[in-house]
């Protein structure tokens, strides 16, 4: 192994580790993702060890690389102008996901220790409809829906309970109390009609309703007060908890459940430490779940 690789493989590996994508770092050097490729494979060749696990459009640090990266990345720091704030050397991995479920679910879940943990930087991208197709370098997506894109490997991630919802304060014990308050919902009350449907109860067509164009409005309407709305454990998860909203005893709908899409070759660290984190997460929120809604009193 030589004792001194040679710079431009050490540029194109610093910069191809920290997009964890060849293409990204052939755009930011101004060269071909060839080029990109070939001077990697020299310094591989120099050093003697596989940096980079290679897949169809798709490239991942092995065990080895992760850690040649780090030293790279410090040697570069070390060689910055005073003053000069160098890119983060953490590895990124992108994640795709609905704008109201990161809000909601995933954000409430980060602290400084498990960013820390996982050793990462995350980008987040959200949305607030459904996406047609995942930007190239994204390493994993959570949808609502089994929604498939070319590449990505998908697995169930949550099962969502779907029940009508209000304010302590509204002192609403059972279903039939909800006709005397607007009804909450989104765009329709289809999810309203379904669930007194359920219940053998007929649906008060001279109800007040308040409708929103985003399906996280109406849970944050019913914890304020303004009615009764019809919601999930997942959106209405942090409500729940601090007890702004409760449960109005009846029938559980079904609803569509949250998917985890992973980008294929992806299955080697860092992307995989981020997914056996959400991982634990779903499974320890599915026991709480099950606990809190299907254990008998």
């Known amino acids: 192994m030589s004792d001194h690789p040679n710079l431009s493989g050490l540029r194109a590996f610093e910069a191809a580790a920290r997009h964890s994508s060849f293409s990204q ?4 050097l101004g060269v071909s993702p060839a080029a990109i490729s070939a001077q990697v494979r020299k310094l591989e060749a120099e050093l003697g060890i596989v940096l980079f696990h ?16 780090r030293r790279v990345s410090e040697g570069f720091a070390l060689l910055a102008p005073p003053g000069v704030i160098r890119a983060s050397s953490e590895p990124r991995v992108s994640i795709d996901l609905d704008a109201e479920f990161c809000r909601q679910w995933f954000l409430p879940r980060l602290t400084p220790a498990i960013l820390d943990a996982l050793g990462v930087h995350l980008n987040l991208r959200t949305h607030s409809d459904t996406p047609r197709s995942l930007p190239a370098d994204t390493d994993i997506a959570i949808t609502w829906g089994a929604l498939e894109f070319n590449g990505y490997k998908r697995s169930t991630f949550l099962r969502p309970d779907l029940f009508a919802v209000a304010a302590p304060e509204l002192s609403v014990s059972t279903l039939d109390e909800t006709v005397k308050h ?6 329709d ?11 053998g109860i007929e649906f008060p067509d001279s109800a007040k309703h308040l409708t929103f164009s ?11 007060g303004l009615g009764i709305a019809v919601g999930d454990d997942v959106s209405a998860e942090r409500f729940l908890k601090d007890g702004r909203l ?4 009846g029938p559980m709908l079904e609803s569509r459940n949250y ?14 430490r981020v ?22 009193d």
């Not at 409760?246 to 005893?249: F, G, H, M, Q, S």
């Open 259 to 272: 998917h985890l899409l992973v980008r294929r070759g992806r299955s080697t660290s860092p992307t995989s």
């Open 246 to 249: 409760e449960r109005i005893p």
């Open 214 to 224: 985003r399906c996280d409005m109406p849970i944050e309407a019913a914890a304020r």
């Open 25 to 28: 770092a052939a755009e930011e």
């Open 275 to 296: 997914v056996t984190w959400l991982r634990s997460e779903a499974k320890l929120f599915t026991s709480e779940q099950q606990k809190r809604w299907k254990d008998p």
């Open 54 to 69: 290679r897949g169809h459009r798709a490239v991942a640090l092995t065990e080895e690389g992760e850690r040649y990266g």
């Open 182 to 187: 607007r009804l909450l919902h989104e765009r």
């Open 189 to 199: 009350d289809t999810w309203w009609r379904t669930l007194y449907e359920l219940a």
